[in-house]
C-alpha cells in the first residue's frame, strides 16, 4: 500500500481517520508529534498553522507516496493557499472529514481543496465509516490484500 502522510490543521480529524484506517476504536487523541504507522504518517495541525514549522511537512512529505490534505466541512475558511499542490512532488489528495456533522458542508469544503489543486477529493465520516474504503483502495498497490477481502476469504474457507 502507498503511504500517506495526513496535513491539516487542529481539529481537522487527521488522528481520527488514521485511527479509522486501522480498524481501532475512535477514540480522541491530541496529536503532539509526527506519527510514523505502516502505511500513514499522521502530523501535528500546528505544523500546518504555524509558519516555522510548515517546512518540517515538507521533510515528513519526502518519506510519502502521497500527500493527503485534510479540510473539515465545518470548517469557516480554508488553511490551503490557491493552486498550493504544485509545490509537492507527488500526487496530492483532497480528503474532507466531518461529512456527518450536522453542520457540514462538504461542498464548500471541497471547492476549497479543489482551489487548491486537488484533482482527487475523497468525503469522510471517520465515525460511520463513509469514504474509508474509497481512500483505502486509492492508496492499494498490484498484489496488495484489504482487510475485508481477507475477511471474505477466510469465511470462504470454512
Same mark, same amino acid.
Given at each position: 500500500? &502507498?503511504?500517506?502522510?495526513?496535513?491539516? &490543521?487542529?481539529?481537522?480529524?487527521?488522528?481520527?481517520?488514521?485511527?479509522?484506517?486501522?480498524?481501532?476504536?475512535?477514540? +480522541?487523541?491530541?496529536?503532539? +508529534?509526527?506519527? %510514523?504507522?505502516?502505511?500513514?504518517?499522521?502530523?501535528?495541525?500546528?505544523?500546518? @498553522?504555524?509558519?516555522?514549522?510548515?517546512?518540517?511537512?515538507?521533510? +515528513?512529505?519526502? @518519506?510519502?507516496?502521497?500527500?493527503? !490534505? !485534510?479540510?473539515?466541512a465545518i470548517?469557516? +475558511?480554508?488553511?490551503?493557499?490557491?493552486?498550493?499542490?504544485?509545490?509537492?512532488?507527488r500526487e496530492?489528495?483532497?480528503?474532507?472529514?466531518?461529512?456527518? %456533522?450536522?453542520?457540514?458542508?462538504?461542498?464548500?469544503?471541497?471547492?476549497?481543496? #479543489?482551489?487548491?489543486?486537488?484533482?482527487?477529493?475523497?468525503?469522510?465520516?471517520?465515525?460511520?465509516?463513509?469514504?474509508?474504503?474509497? !481512500?483505502?483502495?486509492?492508496? #492499494?498497490?498490484?498484489?496488495?490484500?484489504?482487510?475485508?477481502? @481477507?475477511a471474505k @476469504? &477466510?469465511?470462504?474457507?470454512?
Amino acid at each position: 500500500m &502507498r503511504k500517506i502522510i495526513f496535513i491539516g &490543521r487542529s481539529e481537522a480529524g487527521k488522528t481520527t481517520l488514521t485511527q479509522a484506517m486501522k480498524g481501532e476504536k475512535i477514540t +480522541y487523541h491530541k496529536t503532539q +508529534y509526527v506519527n %510514523h504507522f505502516d502505511v500513514i504518517i499522521d502530523t501535528p495541525g500546528e505544523y500546518a @498553522e504555524t509558519k516555522n514549522l510548515g517546512g518540517a511537512l515538507a521533510m +515528513y512529505s519526502f @518519506e510519502a507516496d502521497v500527500v493527503g !490534505l !485534510l479540510l473539515s466541512a465545518i470548517e469557516p +475558511y480554508s488553511l490551503y493557499p490557491p493552486c498550493v499542490t504544485p509545490i509537492a512532488n507527488r500526487e496530492v489528495v483532497g480528503i474532507v472529514t466531518k461529512i456527518d %456533522h450536522p453542520l457540514a458542508d462538504p461542498e464548500q469544503a471541497a471547492e476549497w481543496l #479543489r482551489l487548491a489543486g486537488c484533482e482527487k477529493i475523497f468525503y469522510i465520516s471517520s465515525y460511520t465509516g463513509e469514504g474509508v474504503a474509497e !481512500l483505502l483502495e486509492h492508496l #492499494r498497490e498490484d498484489g496488495d490484500i484489504m482487510p475485508w477481502e @481477507e475477511a471474505k @476469504e &477466510r469465511d470462504n474457507s470454512l
